[in-house]
T-cell receptor, first 115, second 118 residues
Framework: AQSVTQPDIHITVSEGASLELRCNYS??????LFWYVQSPGQGLQLLLK??????LVQGIKGFEAEFKRSQSSFNLRKPSVHWSDAAEYFC?????????????FGAGTRLAVHP | GAVVSQHPSWVICKSGTSVKIECRSL??????MFWYRQFPKQSLMLMAT?????????EQGVEKDKFLINHASLTLSTLTVTSAHPEDSSFYIC??????????????FGEGSRLTVL
């Protein structure tokens, strides 16, 4: 069955520190891959996506993610975290066939940032 | 970027009543919209796919008669929670894709609607 695993439910980092959020997926073939951010009481905002090509993807707000086929991973990184980055982060996958209508989300990682 | 708006953003209702949540694409047309449900501190679960001019496609385990979906125009989909009960309390989020974009176009999410059933 298709699944997305975000091993870390909650992460706390200091402002200015680097960040890596993990995401692993289980799928028959390489799907489309996404990272979304959700602020409290808000909808989701797309940070970045991977469809094909360069395995290092740049997104908004200084985030990047690297697709590693051999590890079925798509980890999100940021070199220096800002207090405003505190939010819930969701990794998601979607099948390539038929577009990416059906997003499957991970459980999310809640990021707290200490001043 | 494109904007998807939900209304109301927050609603409280009595058990047994019905509640309608609207999802609008403000600056683009969406032939397909999606409805998700999010429980506290949990991920989003796809409930149904709303298709303009046709019946919605529901995910396994989602009651069609409980969660009525109507997609009457290219910019509006509605989710009606019928005979709501406290266990229906949740955060409901919709998303939409620009019908004019390629198949790999971005999905845009609404800000969500929090339903509390007393």
């Amino acid at each position: 069955a298709q699944s997305v695993t975000q091993p870390d439910i909650h992460i706390t980092v200091s402002e200015g520190a680097s960040l890596e959020l993990r995401c692993n997926y289980s799928y028959g073939a390489t799907p489309y891959l996404f990272w979304y951010v959700q602020s409290p009481g808000q909808g989701l905002q797309l940070l970045l996506k991977y469809f094909s090509g360069d395995t290092l993807v740049q997104g908004i707000k200084g985030f990047e993610a690297e697709f590693k086929r051999s590890q079925s991973s798509f980890n999100l990184r940021k070199p220096s975290v800002h207090w405003s980055d505190a939010a819930e982060y969701f990794c998601a996958v979607a099948p390539i066939s038929g577009g990416y209508n059906k997003l499957i989300f991970g459980a999310g990682t809640r990021l707290a940032v200490h001043p | 970027g494109a904007v998807v708006s939900q209304h109301p953003s927050w609603v409280i209702c009595k058990s047994g009543t019905s509640v309608k949540i609207e999802c609008r694409s403000l600056d683009f047309q969406a032939t397909t919209m999606f409805w998700y449900r999010q429980f506290p501190k949990q991920s989003l679960m796809l409930m149904a796919t709303s298709n303009e001019g046709s019946k919605a496609t529901y995910e396994q385990g989602v009651e069609k008669d409980k969660f009525l979906i109507n997609h009457a125009s290219l910019t509006l989909s509605t989710l009606t929670v019928t005979s709501a009960h406290p266990e229906d309390s949740s955060f409901y989020i919709c998303s939409a894709r620009d019908a004019g974009s390629a198949n790999t176009g971005e999905l845009f999410f609404g800000e969500g609607s929090r339903l509390t059933v007393l």
